[in-house]
């Protein structure tokens, strides 16, 4: 790894809050090796890509908080007009992989926010209101069934019985979403759950979900099939060529029945949520690629104010560093 490279990893481990000697113990070290080798099987080595979520497009914008998000929280993020950085991705680990491939999907969005003092906050969601396991042990066999799952594998395969003893996994692949018209015609949920503090102390638990503002659209079969392998990409581009793309930001608010510790578990629409703004994405980043390459959206990165509380969210860490290291030198 390049001197640029050490110095961007090292302020993504401590932006993450995991300290040098934190990310080297055993545990939560090996999980994420392992996690990232398992994805490497399933979806093939890319050197320079990531490790999932691996085809995207980066673009700019600016995030306006609504007058409600003091309601719930302090952070910084949520108190004041601030630039960010959009990332909306295919689900894969092949950065080639065609944008109507079942395996690309869920979609999604990462938020990077920009804060003053040089400091950030991100958001990571995905198009699935939900998650395939409630734990991290789970997901590591859960691709490793994935893997083991491929073309030749002999009926029922790892992947059928892993789906017959965890019915969220069979629900993850077999109901997504068709393709969407659009990157921004679909919406996006941050399945792990985070304890928001507001000024005077109260706490809320909640989940983050992303509405676009143009509605949810999809394409039909004859629309899907036909479709460029890189539509989404190129729609996209279009759509900001004749103006802004505006999603609002929302938190859907824990019950006190709700599990706030699996994410395998998307909590029902009846439950309460307070808009946290508006996203504005007005254009494109400037040399895509090489940013792609660059830029790490971590889910432990949270200003004061917001908190993890669901334990998978260190460990989902974990893995983008391993991951954002590996790709920094090429692997």
Wanted: charged share 20%; no cysteine.
């Amino acid at each position: 790894m390049n001197l640029i490279g050490r110095i961007l990893i090292a302020s993504a481990v401590a932006s993450a809050g995991l300290s040098a000697q934190g990310l080297a113990a055993p545990t939560a070290q090996q999980k994420a090796v392992e996690q990232v080798d398992a994805l490497n099987k399933a979806f093939g080595a890319h050197p320079g890509a990531r490790a999932l979520y691996a085809k995207g497009f980066l673009m700019q914008g600016i995030f306006s908080p609504s007058p409600n998000a003091a309601s719930v929280t302090k952070a910084k993020n949520f108190s004041a007009p601030l630039q960010i950085v959009v990332r909306f991705s295919d689900f894969s680990g092949d950065p080639k992989i065609a944008d109507t491939d079942p395996m690309a999907s869920p979609h999604g969005m990462a938020i990077k926010f920009y804060l003053p003092n040089d400091t950030e906050a991100d958001i990571v969601a995905s198009s699935y209101n939900g998650f395939p396991v409630a734990t991290s042990d789970e997901f590591l066999a859960f691709i490793n069934a994935l893997a083991a799952s491929g073309a030749g594998a002999g009926k029922p395969t790892a992947l059928d019985k892993f789906e017959a003893d965890h019915s969220a996994a069979a629900a993850f692949l077999q109901k997504q979403n068709p393709p969407p018209q659009s990157f921004a015609t679909e919406s996006y949920y941050g399945v792990n759950t985070f304890k928001f503090t507001n000024a005077q102390g109260q706490v809320t638990y909640g989940r983050y979900q992303i509405r676009p503002v143009a509605g949810e659209h999809f394409l039909g079969k004859d629309e899907a099939a036909k479709a460029d392998p890189d539509y989404l990409t190129k729609e996209i581009k279009a759509r900001l060529g004749k103006g802004p793309i505006f999603f609002k930001l929302f938190l859907q608010v824990a019950d006190k029945s709700d599990d706030i510790a699996n994410p395998s578990i998307a909590w029902p629409d009846t439950r309460k949520t307070i808009e946290l703004g508006t996203i504005e994405i007005g254009k494109a980043m400037d040399d895509n690629a090489i940013a792609q390459r660059e830029i790490v959206f971590l889910p432990t990165v949270t200003p004061d104010g917001i908190d993890p509380a669901d334990p998978m969210i260190e460990d989902r860490a974990h893995a983008y560093v391993e991951s954002y290291s590996r790709r920094s030198q090429g692997q």
